[in-house]
């Protein structure tokens, strides 16, 4: 199986609308949804680890998935 990114989107604890994506390294031998469904215990050891920071969402999904999608609609600016 394919390696598999566990992506969290963090906002800051003192600024809620601050927030920004966290990529973190999932184990590649589970399915995309068992990625989803046992990502709580490794978010909250990011969140004890960043306390600044509260997890608010995330998703898990193949790496460069979206790069492909990206490259695709992008046009050269000039």
């Known amino acids: 199986m394919s390696p598999i990114e566990l992506i969290v ?32 215990p490794y978010i909250a050891q990011w969140v004890g680890e960043h306390p600044k920071w509260q997890a608010v969402r995330w998703r898990c999904e193949y790496p460069h998935t979206n790069d492909k999608a990206n490259a695709a609609g992008m046009t050269k600016a000039g």
Do not use: D
């Not at 989107?9 to 390294?25: D, I, Q, R």
């Open 9 to 40: 989107t963090v906002c800051a604890v003192l600024s809620p609308t601050t927030c920004e994506e966290t990529h973190l390294a999932f184990s590649s031998s589970v399915s995309l949804q068992q990625c989803t469904m046992g990502a709580q």
